[in-house]
């Protein structure tokens, strides 16, 4: 009798299972598409790559010294839990409209839907943009990082800058990260339920790598005290930057950075299961449980800080990495070695690989999509998937497109810089528009699907916006004086570049044809979704 109820049981799982696709594919079909990807990733899953790509150990690993230099500790601490927080709000802002509007589309979808007709197709076509183009500049950020992060290992094994260590050329660190692209092209193009198993390792690798940076304070001789890490404004910096207001804002510009990615669950729509609560349950606990991992390892690395000067300086030994030197100082007071360094270093290299990897998997998924709705240049091309149902020359295109935009690395870094901007104005731009809309044009439309915000919808919303607002002028702030071509901060000039290029096509070309999403039920339709 076991046996047979056992048995039951589990036909039962299938059962629902089987149910649940069939309702996702029904919800996809009213959207105006058909299934075209393989859907096999649980909540699980999709949660795995959105918090792959936030990855804290990739943004912190990159942005610690921006933290030190302006306000040093209590920028962070405090800084962290409030980024944290209003994060945590746009993303409930998102997931809200995701529950609606599952698909691969996501942002430019969301707002063709939410802008009515009338506006649908612009409002439509800045955010498909925005969004792209801040995906793309995501992905070539990321994988740059690592090759950087590589550089500097391999400066601390050979001796370390004041020991006549090795530093790899500019030219090498491109090339590193054309391979790591080019790995995770590979990588993307296996089956989805491979991709997911490699996305919840890395989400694994970033979570318990973020907790065991924690013992590094343990490692150390000597330690900062509870005042230091908690009290300690630090207001001496090289950018003649001396208003503490200001100083703090410019350090809580690294919490912000690094809370970008997460809308990843939403172009993971059309290969989950139960679509509509599982992408915005993904969209969510990203963040959440980002915001209290990141905070953990800031708040345990900063008791291993001692001289903030001398882990700024580029005359130390990891040539002014601030983790790594961290790293490097307590293992070298503990044991005389820098092994232990580099080993550390070597785990955030793992998180920061799979990053790279499932953001190049999101980044594919809105170029297909996009591609789906003939918006992008050679469309028919880009929106192709193979017989593993994976669209492999948005893939490809993606990963290509992700090397040229670091090629500017070797001719200015302040270009690099600029063009990787992107990244986070560019993403949370394209996060507000469809919040902004749903909350004005389509409030009346708006129908809410099984995750909302019920009557707190409004007042989250608009936070949201606002948020992204205010951020979006603090991002485009002078961070040096005085200010010159190499001081000046890029950001507003990339992010207006951007602007005038999509407002510009839309205006001597995507008015004439782009007429937002298309229905691709009937091959023969051209309906619009």
């Keep these: 009798m076991s046996f047979r109820v056992a048995d039951a049981d589990g036909l039962a799982d299938v059962d629902h299972a089987r149910v649940a696709v069939d309702s996702d594919n029904a919800r996809l079909h009213e959207l105006g598409y058909k299934q075209e990807l393989n859907r096999d990733l649980s909540m699980i899953s999709n949660f795995a790559i959105s918090f792959s790509i936030v990855s804290v150990l990739t943004g912190l690993n990159g942005l610690m010294g921006t933290g030190l230099n302006f306000g040093g500790p209590v ?8 980024a944290g927080t209003f994060t945590l709000l746009i993303g409930l802002s998102m997931a809200e409209i995701c529950s609606s509007y599952p698909t691969s589309g996501g942002l430019y979808y969301w707002s063709a839907r939410l802008a009515g007709p009338n506006w649908g197709p612009f ?51 491109m090339a590193l990260h054309g391979v790591f692209l080019l790995i995770h092209a590979i990588l993307n193009s296996l089956p989805i339920s491979m991709l997911s198993f490699l996305g919840q390792v890395g989400a694994a690798a970033n979570f318990f790598g973020c907790f065991l940076m924690i013992v590094i304070p343990a490692v150390a ?72 991992a990141g905070w953990a390892y800031v708040l345990g690395i900063t008791f291993a800080v001692r001289d903030i000067p001398n882990l700024l300086s580029e005359n130390n030994d990891s040539g002014g990495h601030a983790v790594a030197q961290i790293f490097y100082e307590a293992f070298m007071s503990r044991y005389g070695s820098s092994v232990g360094a580099v080993i550390c270093l070597g785990i955030i290299g793992l998180a920061v690989f799979f990053a790279g990897m499932s953001s190049l998997t999101s980044n594919s998924r809105i170029a297909y999509a996009f591609s789906r709705d003939g918006a992008m240049p050679f469309s028919s091309q880009l929106q192709k998937v193979n017989k593993q149902e994976v669209p492999i020359n948005a893939v490809w295109m993606s990963a290509f497109v992700a090397f040229c935009m670091a090629l500017t690395s070797l001719g200015s870094l302040v270009a690099f810089q600029a063009m990787t901007s992107i990244a986070t104005i560019g993403l949370y731009v394209a996060y507000a528009i469809p919040i902004f809309l749903r909350l004005t044009i389509g409030r009346k ?54 602007l005038i290029l999509a407002v510009s096509t839309w205006n001597f070309s995507g008015r004439h044809w782009f007429k937002g999403p298309i229905k691709n039920i009937d091959d023969s339709s051209k309906e619009y979704a």
């Excluded at 995501?138 to 020991?163: E, H, R």
């Excluded at 630090?234 to 919490?255: C, D, K, P, R």
Aim: proline letters at 3%; charged letters at 10%.
């Design 75 to 82: 920028s962070y601490i405090y800084g962290w839990p409030i």
């Design 123 to 173: 409002a439509s076509w800045i955010t498909g943009w925005f969004n792209i183009v801040g995906q793309w500049a995501l992905t070539t950020s990321i994988d740059f990082s690592l090759a950087q992060l590589v550089q500097v290992m391999i400066l601390l094994s050979t001796g370390g800058n004041k020991g006549g260590g090795y530093r790899i050329s500019k030219y090498v660190v």
């Design 221 to 292: 001789t000597e330690r900062a005290s509870a005042k230091f890490v908690f009290t300690n404004f630090n207001t001496e910096n090289q950018n003649a930057i001396h208003n503490n207001f200001y100083i703090f804002v410019l350090g809580l510009l690294m919490s912000q950075y690094t809370l970008t990615g997460y809308d990843a669950s939403a172009y993971m729509s059309e290969e989950t299961k139960d679509a509509d609560k599982n992408g915005p349950q993904g969209i969510v606990s990203a963040i959440g449980i980002a915001v209290i």
């Design 445 to 498: 439309t708006f129908s809410r699907g099984r995750f909302n915000l019920g009557r707190y919808g409004t007042i989250i919303g608009w936070i949201s916006v606002l948020w992204v607002t205010l951020i979006s002028v603090l991002f485009s702030l002078p961070v040096s004086y005085p200010i010159t071509d190499q001081t000046l901060n890029y950001t507003p000039v990339a992010v207006g570049g951007l």
